[in-house]
């Protein structure tokens, strides 16, 4: 049993009936959520806004930053 990264909601997916790269929806928030990984099963929503996939915990890390050596880009809207 696996739940929804969105919602929370349980969703019942059988890991020896999906494939990696399905699209499920959610019957609950009906957000799209693609299966990335399998046994275990490991989902991943899919957002029009936001496209990264690996960069969850990144992007407000502040001790990363080092000066402006390097031009990351960083949006700062007040
Ligand atoms: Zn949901």
Redesign the pocket.
């Known amino acids: 049993m696996v739940r ?6 349980e ?1 019942d997916v059988d890991e020896d009936e999906v494939e990696e790269g399905e699209i499920l929806n ?6 799209e ?1 693609e299966v990335v990984q399998i046994h275990p099963v490991r989902l991943n929503v899919i957002s029009d806004e936001d496209d990264e996939e690996e960069t969850e915990t990144e992007a407000k890390d502040e001790d990363e930053v080092e000066g402006d050596a390097l031009g990351e880009e960083e949006d700062e809207v007040e």
């Not at 959610?26 to 957000?31: D, I, K, M, T, Y």
């Open positions: 929804c990264p969105e919602c929370a909601v969703i959610c019957p609950e928030c009906e957000v959520i």
